[in-house]
């Protein structure tokens, strides 16, 4: 097969097979189709997009190129989520101990964060002594022990999409929806959770800024779940402003704790209900949503969930007192207020903005090898909808510096204000299935 015809073949617009698809997955992996001939197939592939069944076997195909996971000797159906990155995302560390409790297996590999987005496990690794490493075999003892476990990706899983992802990076060909939804599906096939819950942001902090985008994503990874045999559902939520209150390593651990020990933050409290809702009816632990709503809502206000929580932290090697004791968490030297300079209502809260500002302060990194600084971070004291009076503090940050200048500006460059009265946002704007 001359790679040349493929390009040619899918310039044209036509559907590529699997010998094809195959073809080119597995000769730019090991190297024998070269970064020009691969380019412009993901080019092709940019503009003429690829059909349901094409999307599927390119996905198949990247799985194939490397390990996976086997968690066969884990009881019970295995249920992943995944979110596509938001600002203060920690639905992990409450949806993860919330569905166990109810007797869900939860096996997570996470990532680091890069960019505006924070990771899990740096967020984690606040905790002092908490451990991502571990052996595939304590990976499955610890989830079959304790019913959860996150651990850093490990091994070679899906390696032609690592390829494949540094090339799109710099050939214009990232945001490409068939090409998207292939990359993040490979990754989380290839970790071998039986089904999958993913949250697919929208907005302003988000990869997909509009509802359109998000809803072609989440289809189109609810379709390669379906076509590879792993029941997928997508939640759709809102990421205009930032999720909660806290952005940062220590300050979101802090946050999702707080909801464990049954704290109504309201959006945070809700998302994480819902998305663990879906997980309990998808591994079968109960078959109608309401029932698995509730039991789970049961299980935060009763401290069930923040006992696995705790169980989770002591199997991972983490010091449990700052758990039991959140001032013992890593804190940064300064807390900086930004003050409001309008009367009014905050109508817009840009969360890459505030990302942003939270990886100045040094909460994330803005390239891969640099360090993260746990105990700085970002308190919102006023969310969408709230009314503010000039000089109230709308933010807090957490610096080791006392006048972190371009933070307090991408702050304030943050946040929008008006006269009028302005309605909450929607949380969760659609569930795809
Ligand atoms: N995240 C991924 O893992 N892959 C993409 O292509 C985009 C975001």
Redesign the pocket.
Known sequence: MRMVDVITKKRNGHALTKEEIYHFVEGYTKGSIPDYQASALLMAIFYQGMTEQETATLTQAMVDSGETIDLSSITGHKVDKHS?GGVGDKTTFIVGPLVASVGVPVAKMSGRGLGHTGGTLDKLESIKGFHIEMSEQQFVNQVNNVKLAVAGQTGNLAPADKKL?AL?DVTAT?DSIP??AG??MS?KLASGADSIVLDVKTGSGA?MKTLEESESLAKEMVNIGKNLGRNTVAIISDMNQPLGFEVGNANEVKEAVEVLRGEKISDLRSLSLELAAHMTVLAEVMTDYDQAYRALEENLDNGKAFEVFRSFVVAQGGDVEMIDHLDLLPSAKYQVEVKAETDGYVSAIDAESIGIAAMYLGAGRATKDDAINHGVGITLKKKIGDPVKVGETIVVLHSDEDSPTDSINRVKQAYSFTKENVDPKTLIYKVIK
């Open positions: 596509t992802y799109r990232v090409l998207i990359s993040i990754k990869f």
